[in-house]
């Protein structure tokens, strides 16, 4: 019986039985989660028709007979059988809406999508929880073919046999045991003989740089956490507060708004400890007269936030402190203006080095250097040594394969993010060990751009009126 037949015999069951059979899925479903997922929906505001389309743009990439192999992320443990939280290859959430460790699909160049499920083990399951089913691979995630694993050797082997090219995520193709059982497949190693592997990688970032309404509108809400969660850590802040007293508290906020996790370890930087560009330790004792930044995101149904702010634990700006603040500030403020349809990544940079080594020679870091000199002789790079951003959705780090130099299109999302760092040494006087980033997430539109981390302040009155506000 075909996928589509089979479909058909399951929706009429479902009719006779009404909400006495409900699929087996292993993660949410609208039956199981109503206050989560709507009638339709795979993932929260995102529907199997969008999951289709996806698919179906992805099948238009692949050269006449060409498939696509797709590997879900392996579960990691950090002892015995004490596993990591797990968390989904991108691409294979971003095409099947799949978020549970085990299945590999298949999408061919005329649309057909197959599905490999892990095998039925009771005994897992008593321990784990219910996993992956046919009926839920073909009812509810819309494969056209579903198999257990145990078939993938035979099944795949021949659909890679009749391949005219196979798009595989080259990257990672040797990883986990699930990733190596398919590269050492000798039909994928006769594949990789003749010359038919392809970057998957290339093809799926593509479609993934460029976001639907409906992914913006879980990229607002991601931001929207993440930004409520900086805002409240600067109400608590004060003098003698701890790093990781402001990391658990970011976390614990963007939790309780929605979030599933961390986009990555949040940076709780006092004091010089701004100038390290990820510092992740969060151990130190913040005192009244020094500065925190904190650069914080979540992840909420597959996609990420990325916010950076800096602010005096104190309450109140320094001068020096206050100088270094508004020239970052004002280098934002004015990137801000020139993201629009048609700019690049790398203009946008390039910008950013000049504002920044006119700010810096306008700071006398380096006594009678102008902004010309910090430019040529790449000298600015001891105080502005990384990007001004990069592409955001649902990894951190996005889309990695899209150029810089791609001219920026409505629905791409990318981060602002200039910052200054004064090295902790003698020779910069008031100024050492001040560190200052600050970092807003940005939709492109029609028009110029959205903020969509924009809720969380930026101007120095604003901050000083809200540290220690909650105290």
Aim: proline share 6%; net charge negative.
């Amino acid at each position: 019986m075909s996928g589509s037949a089979l479909r058909a015999v399951q929706r009429q069951a479902r009719r006779v039985v009404g909400h006495s059979f409900k699929i087996v899925a292993g993660q949410p479903t609208p039956e199981t989660h109503p206050e989560l997922l709507q009638p339709g929906e795979i993932q929260p505001g995102i529907t199997s028709f969008e999951f289709s389309q996806r698919r179906h743009h992805l099948a238009h990439q692949l050269p006449e007979g060409g498939v696509a192999v797709l590997q879900s992320a392996p579960q990691i443990f950090m002892a015995g059988v004490i596993p990591y939280p797990y968390r989904q290859d991108a691409d294979f959430q971003y095409l099947t809406g799949i978020i549970q460790p085990g299945p590999i699909a298949t999408i061919q160049a005329n649309g057909k999508f197959s599905l490999f499920y892990p095998d039925r083990d009771a005994w897992r399951e008593t321990w784990d929880g219910a996993r992956l089913s046919q009926d839920a691979t073909l009812e509810y995630f819309g494969a056209d073919e579903a198999f257990p694993l145990s078939e993938m050797p035979q099944k795949l082997s021949t659909m890679l046999a009749n391949a005219s090219a196979v798009a595989l995520d080259i990257q990672r193709s040797d990883v986990a045991p699930l990733a190596s059982a398919v590269s050492q497949l000798p039909a994928m190693k006769t594949a990789e003989g003749q010359g038919k592997l392809q970057s998957l990688r290339n093809m799926v970032d593509r479609l993934r740089w460029v976001k639907s309404p409906t992914e913006l509108d879980l990229m607002r809400r991601s931001a929207g956490a993440a930004a409520a969660a900086m805002t409240e850590c600067m109400r608590i802040s004060k003098s003698g507060i701890k790093e990781h007293d402001l990391a658990a508290l970011f976390e614990y906020r963007c939790r309780t708004a929605g979030a599933q996790r961390m986009a990555y370890p949040p940076v709780v930087a006092g004091g010089a400890n701004a100038c390290t560009i990820h510092y992740s330790r969060n151990d130190r004792q913040v005192r009244g007269d020094e500065m925190i930044l904190l650069d914080g995101g979540c992840e909420l149904y597959g996609y990420c936030s990325d916010v950076t702010r800096t602010w005096p634990v104190g309450g109140t700006f320094t001068g020096a402190q206050a100088a270094v603040y508004n020239a970052v500030l004002n280098t934002h403020h004015k990137l801000l203006e020139e993201v629009q349809p048609g700019a690049t990544l790398r203009q946008l940079h390039h910008k950013s080095i000049r504002l920044l080594s006119e700010n810096l020679a306008d700071l006398g870091v380096l006594n009678g250097t102008t902004a010309d000199f910090l430019m040529n002789s790449q000298s600015y790079r001891t105080f502005y040594p990384h990007s001004v951003g990069h592409w955001l959705g649902m990894d951190t780090h996005d889309a990695a394969t899209m150029s810089h130099n791609r001219p920026l299109e409505v629905g791409v999302v990318l981060t602002i993010e200039p910052g200054l760092y004064i090295p902790d040494r003698e020779e910069f006087g008031a100024l050492a060990g001040i560190g200052v980033r600050l970092e807003d997430d940005v939709a492109v539109t029609i028009d110029g751009a959205e903020v969509l981390s924009a809720a969380v302040p930026l101007e120095p009155k604003e901050i000083e009126a809200l540290v220690g506000s909650r105290l």
